[in-house]
Nanobody, 120 residues
């Protein structure tokens, strides 16, 4: 069982940055691929980025390439999403996920989500 807790969301203006964090419980964190997803009301949850267990392989959705960076610190059981040059359309609830399968959309475990709001 893996428990995930996101933090770092908030309200920012367009062009600013935020860093989301996702802290995971358990002693086998490095064996899990980790992902970030986002969802707005009335729409399906969409994949934003993913990172392999070792951190050597990453995936990004086309709409965030060059602006967002996913990383992980296996010693701290934490995965990060650095979001730069934020746009109003990035406004969503962002979810952290973990999974041993389903690359690049690991979805075995989910966090509760953190709200990101970008004003124009």
């Amino acid at each position: 069982q893996v428990q995930l807790v996101e933090s770092g969301g908030g309200l920012v203006q367009a062009g600013e940055s935020l860093r989301l964090s996702c802290a995971a419980s358990g002693r086998t964190f490095s064996s899990y691929n980790m992902g970030w997803f986002r969802q707005v009301p009335g729409k399906e949850r969409e994949s934003v980025a993913a990172i392999s267990g070792s951190g050597s392989v990453t995936y990004y959705a086309g709409f965030v390439k060059g602006r967002f960076t996913i990383s992980r610190d296996n010693a701290k059981n934490t995965v990060y999403l650095q979001m730069n040059s934020l746009k109003p359309e990035d406004t969503a609830v962002y979810f952290c996920s973990a999974g041993r399968t389903g690359w690049p959309r690991p979805g075995e475990y989910w966090g509760q989500g953190t709200q990101v709001t970008v004003s124009s």
